[in-house]
């Protein structure tokens, strides 16, 4: 069985701060994705990576893949109240495709005004 | 239209009553799944259908049934829950089951509670 291990699990921070979410797994995945779902909605994907050390950037978030596509991470610049949530990574394992997509527990993150 | 509908969006309902969850998508997408999420947890996959197909079913009790009348919808039929069921359901959909970059769109869930 794949594991993801997203780290933190909590992370509350004050408006303007910097943060990094990191999502990692002795196993390899063809893809990793991450979703933001916000109390009684569901997960908005934000990324998929692909290519191992691939660097994508939406505004000020930035997401990374592993050179060896076993791990990924979320940093997030001058962070603002709106960016408040739980941050999901995701991966597709090598077999079954997106049917079989591989959860980490999520980082729920408060940012403070 | 990148939507995923889901409805109701809350329902409570006691232990014998039976009812259903709905979900409708019209991207063409001929994927679409049941998830079941726990307050703070991630999301764990219940069912999946590939071209109305079942293709996976990850060991659910019987008292979860799910149905793909078409392409576009997609149904979860309740029976005899027991109140640690009570969860938000997510439906989700995309293009197909096992492409590795395909995204998952969401629905906004349904919050149920059973009593």
């Known amino acids: 069985t794949q594991l993801l291990e997203q780290s933190p699990q909590f992370l509350s921070i004050q408006e303007g701060e910097n943060l990094t979410v990191y999502c990692n797994s002795s196993s390899v995945f063809s893809s990793l994705q991450w979703y933001r779902q916000e109390p009684g909605e569901g997960p908005v994907l934000l990324v998929t990576v692909v290519t191992g050390g691939e660097v994508k950037k939406l505004k000020r978030l930035t997401f990374q893949f592993g050179d060896a596509r076993k791990d990924s991470s979320l940093h997030i610049t001058a962070a603002q109240p709106g960016d408040t949530g739980l941050y999901l990574c995701a991966g597709v394992p090598p077999e079954g495709g997106a049917q079989k997509l591989v959860f980490g527990q999520g980082t729920r993150l408060t940012i403070n005004p | 239209d990148t939507e995923v509908t889901q409805t109701p969006k809350h329902l409570v309902m006691g232990m014998t009553n039976k009812k259903s969850l709905k979900c409708e998508q019209h991207m063409g997408h001929r994927a679409m799944y049941w998830y079941k999420q726990k307050a703070k947890k991630p999301p764990e996959l219940m069912f999946v259908?590939?071209?109305?197909?079942?293709?996976i079913n990850e060991s659910v009790p019987s008292r979860f049934s799910p149905e793909c009348p078409n392409s576009s919808l997609l149904n979860l039929h309740l029976h005899a829950l027991q109140p640690e069921d009570s969860a938000l359901y997510l439906c989700a959909s995309s293009q197909t089951s096992r492409d590795r970059a395909r995204k998952l769109f969401f629905g906004s869930g349904t919050q149920l509670s059973v009593l």
């Open positions: 259908y590939s071209y109305e197909k079942l293709s």
